[in-house]
């Protein structure tokens, strides 16, 4: 069975139960940039929000397309369902209230059917100016939030979290890049190739991957210190964004009297 054609199964099992209102896909096939390895991303919309029974019916119409290898109902969101075939197809599926809706937006979803004309009353675009803004300046603070953190994983030999603090100052280097190109749609975590530029890419893949020694963590986090601040606090300034001058400099102040060591800052 096509993807197509699951989405069309699920969309003609649910089209006649009364306690669904509208459905809608999202993720890369609402924004057409699915490929042969995408999952099936859908917004179920129903007054009655993520229910028992709802969950219910969203089961069957997932059986209708092949029995199920995963089935994980509502455990790490309360409104998310994620399920895998045993042909390894992915379907996620979020429930919503209609008046759950205002943090969906037109330009990220595809009508597969809409009982009471939801679509109409969303706005264009949900990812804001203002939302951008809120997201990054977070992600600037909590880069030096674990940045300053190395000073308790030295302090206490556990370098195996030293390794794991570099991967979420990953983590946050490549969400700043991805700021920094700006693509109308992201896609998923697994779209990552396609939204970074050649440059990006190049800085990325020279960082260091630290074995859990004391030396390589230091190192690793001071590489990603310089890779990170001062493009983080260039988009700062383009964004018209007040950067965190207080946090970095007790950041860089604490790292220096506890391990001697001289974080580069982010106006070099």
Request: aromatic share 8%; glycine share 6%; with cysteine.
């Amino acid at each position: 069975m096509s993807p197509e054609q699951v989405i069309d199964t699920i969309k003609n099992s649910l089209h006649g139960a009364g306690a669904v209102c509208a459905l809608f896909l999202s993720g890369s096939y609402a924004s057409g940039f699915q490929d042969d390895l995408s999952d099936l991303d859908f917004v179920l919309v129903t007054h009655d929000g993520a229910t028992d029974a709802v969950a219910a019916l969203w089961k069957k119409a997932i059986v209708g397309v092949g029995p199920l290898v995963l089935w994980r109902d509502r455990q790490v969101r309360p409104s998310l369902i994620n399920a895998i075939t045993e042909s390894w197809l992915r379907i996620d599926a979020v429930i919503l209230r209609p008046d759950q809706l205002a943090l969906q937006s037109r330009d990220k979803l595809r009508v597969l059917f809409d009982k009471e004309d939801l679509y109409e009353g969303m706005q264009d675009h949900s990812d804001t100016m203002a939302c951008k803004k809120r997201r990054v300046i977070y992600q600037f603070e909590e880069f030096l939030r674990i940045l300053g953190l190395l000073s308790v994983a030295i302090g206490r030999q556990d370098y195996i979290n030293g390794v794991t603090g570099v991967f979420h100052l990953r983590n946050l280097l490549i969400e700043l890049m991805i700021e920094e190109t700006g693509p109308p749609h992201r896609g998923g975590a697994l779209h990552l190739d396609r939204l970074l530029t050649p440059e990006q890419k190049v800085a990325i893949t020279s960082l260091p991957v630290p074995e859990p020694t004391r030396d390589a963590v230091i190192q690793a986090h001071l590489s990603y210190a310089q890779a990170y601040l001062p493009r983080a606090r260039q988009l700062a300034e383009e964004w018209g964004l007040a950067w965190p001058e207080q946090f970095e400099a007790a950041t860089r102040a604490r790292l220096r009297d506890t391990l001697s060591i001289d974080v580069p800052a982010s106006n070099q």
